[in-house]
């Protein structure tokens, strides 16, 4: 299962252990079923109204009113003023999770149509959408992917790693209007010939071999001109065609990709068009249409108006003065309405985007922060899986309604075995969410030789039904994959789970992957990047600050998690100093270790002496927790040689209360 190898870490869903599926609606009683469909509604303001009740909403299927038995509204807190202002987010911690957090987050899929932008365009609306981006809640987890499939990024809370894929990103739009660019043919008309419009192709001919007079069939005929034009005809007339199918793959693939994930879901799509073989067959769209509905998947869709003076967007048209620029227009004209009409069969928004991008993009944050879910009762006899034609309305004027133009019936969600699914999720990076997963990692050099070790940790709550079985998986850049298996029985203490490992690698960035199943069958994964790279301070390569904590039982963990339980008597600290290759150990060496509160103040200090052991140094720390408050605290490494501080390495730790 190929697919955009989007990888979606998301909030933890309860149900059923099913792969691949949205909740299934619900079944009113009586025996209806309910049929599913979201709508946002926005007022004039383009701000989503909040408050409706069942009988403010009218919705047809197949063109009857049926009745809506449900609804629900799911709202996400907009960005404060100073974050919308362009303050980024801050940066995630080492911990990573697939427990939902206290507001189920918004998962938006940034998506740029490079198969429709040239190489010379779009700049402007790429930087726009990192300050988007970067003004979206930190609850958001937010990915990126391209329709040629050039870039992909999978869904993350760390803004910095969008951002840098949006500015590094580029159009990828081979214009096949620049072939025989001696020929004027637009994409607009050669479509209307590809889709059996004789006249329309005379009429090419004429304009281009006989400077608009008309000709008779034998002039034609024996024109060689002609033959070139009715060449090109052909070839602009199917290369359009297909970028178009690749462009609509390339949306089916991401939208179904964003399928197993809950709460909200916006698909952010920049394109400059898309161009199919006749307007009129709408049935071209409903593929994304029903993909859509099935998924949950909301659509934003931003084109920037074209600008008539630039000829990389009209091809070798634009350099047929007043007529090519009567081409470009036609062109820019079909592209967009064809792209609006598959963002309106899919129930989305269509932004034409004019003049500075910015507000557009804020038009979408907010737009996307709300939605009602609908239970609409299907007809009676419909069958499992069956499609309607949609029509929703509201029953209030200076509304405006957003709704897909086709529901599904529910159907049975397809059960997939306990083992299929821990394979699935290790190989293919696939998500789960019927148990809880807490993962932290640290990177440090492997006890021989230059190699790295990646250090995890992995905790499952006691609440989750045991014996678990757990599988992991390390995955390079080049898709080579490590795995490994075992069984974990229940904690004799009755405490959590937990799971350490260590992993050789060397340098580079890393995938790493764990799933688990518990006794019932539910199975959680969690998909965590991992960069395999030594920090330098001063004259050293160091290791990341690892920790561990003893409870009044004199039992410890080490490699612990971030959050320390409230009857941890004690916290050790730990870090490696390397020296450079073909480099000694410097003398004079120590470390202060700070234990610094959330309001900046010194919670305890104290500075220790690294002891040397073949090829590093290592300096611990100990901190006395038991008349320590709870909260979150920074653990800071200072380096010190020689009495000069040469750098300063960090992580954070919580105590529980």
């Known amino acids: 299962m190929r697919r955009l190898a989007i990888v979606l870490v998301a909030a933890c869903v309860a149900g059923p252990t099913v792969l691949g599926q949205t909740p299934q609606a619900p079944v009113f009683r009586g025996g209806v079923t309910l049929v599913p469909v979201d709508v946002t509604v926005l007022d004039h303001d383009e701000t989503p109204v909040a408050g409706l009740t069942a009988a403010d909403f009218e919705v047809k299927l197949d063109g009857h009113v049926q009745p809506v038995r449900t609804v629900a509204y799911e709202e996400v807190a907009l960005p404060s003023a100073a974050t919308r202002a362009g303050t980024p987010a801050a940066a995630p911690p080492r911990e990573v999770t697939n427990t939902a957090p206290p507001a189920e987050p918004r998962l938006f899929v940034v998506m740029l149509d490079d198969l429709s932008i040239t190489p010379s365009r779009g700049k402007g609306m790429f930087f726009a959408a990192t300050r988007f981006v970067d003004t979206l809640p930190i609850s958001d987890v937010v990915g990126f992917t391209t329709s040629s499939g050039a870039a992909t990024l999978n869904p993350t809370r760390n803004r910095q790693a969008v951002d840098a894929a949006l500015r590094h990103a580029v159009g990828e739009f081979n214009d096949p209007r620049d072939l025989m660019a001696e020929y004027a043919v637009g994409l607009a008309e050669a479509l209307e010939v590809r889709n059996g419009d004789d006249t329309t192709l005379q009429q090419i001919i004429q304009r281009d071999c006989f400077q608009g007079r008309t000709a008779t069939q034998a002039a034609i005929s024996s024109s060689s001109c002609a033959e070139q034009v009715a060449r090109k005809v052909r070839m602009v007339g199917d290369l359009s065609v297909q970028t178009a199918a690749n462009q609509i793959r390339a949306y089916l693939n991401v939208i179904n990709a964003m399928k197993p994930a809950p709460g909200l879901k916006e698909l952010v799509i920049i394109s400059d068009g898309l161009g199919v073989a006749s307007r009129q067959q709408l049935p071209t769209f409903e593929p994304v249409a029903k993909a859509a509905a099935a998924a949950g998947v909301q659509l934003s869709v931003l084109s920037q108006d074209p600008d008539m003076s630039d000829a990389s967007k009209g091809g070798g048209a634009a350099n047929a003065g007043t007529t090519g620029a009567a081409i470009v227009y036609a062109d820019n004209r079909t592209l967009e309405l064809d792209l609006q009409t598959m963002t309106d069969m899919a129930g989305g928004t269509f932004y034409r985007v004019m003049g500075q991008p910015d507000r557009f993009f804020n038009d979408v944050a907010v737009a996307t922060s709300a939605v009602y879910h609908l239970g609409v009762e299907a007809p009676a006899g419909s069958a499992p899986g069956r499609d309607f034609k949609l029509a929703a309305r509201v029953k209030r004027s200076g509304l405006t309604v957003h709704a897909n133009h086709v529901a599904l019936a529910p159907a049975p969600p397809v059960v997939v075995p306990v083992e299929d699914q821990l394979r699935a999720a290790v190989v293919e990076g696939l998500p789960n969410y019927g148990v809880p997963i807490t993962v932290a990692t640290v990177v440090r050099r492997g006890n021989t030789g230059a190699g790295l070790d990646v250090d995890a940790n992995l905790e499952v709550p006691a609440s989750a039904p045991g ?191």
């Open 467 to 657: 014996p678990l079985t757990v599988m992991f998986g390390l995955v390079d850049t080049a898709g080579k994959l490590r795995t490994g298996r075992k069984a974990i029985e229940a904690p004799s203490n009755g405490g959590d789970y937990r799971v350490s490992l260590s992993l050789p690698a060397a340098p580079g960035n890393y995938r790493l992957r764990f799933s688990v199943a518990d006794t019932n069958g539910h199975v959680g994964s969690i998909d965590v990047p991992v960069t395999a790279q030594l920090a330098r301070v001063g004259p050293f390569l160091v290791s990341d600050v690892m920790t561990s904590w003893t409870g009044a039982d004199g039992g410890s963990q080490f490699l612990a998690l971030e959050e320390v339980p409230a009857a941890a008597t004690a916290l050790r600290t730990f870090l490696e100093l390397y020296a450079p290759p073909e480099a000694p150990l410097p003398s004079d060496v120590r470390v202060e270790w700070s234990l610094v509160g959330s309001a900046a103040e010194r919670a305890a200090d104290q500075s220790v002496v690294p002891v040397q052991a073949a090829d590093r140094l290592t300096a611990a720390g100990q901190f006395d927790l038991e008349h320590l408050a709870p909260g979150t605290y920074e653990v800071r490494a200072t380096v010190l040689v020689a009495g000069h501080a040469v750098g300063t390495v960090s992580t954070t730790i919580r105590k529980a209360g």
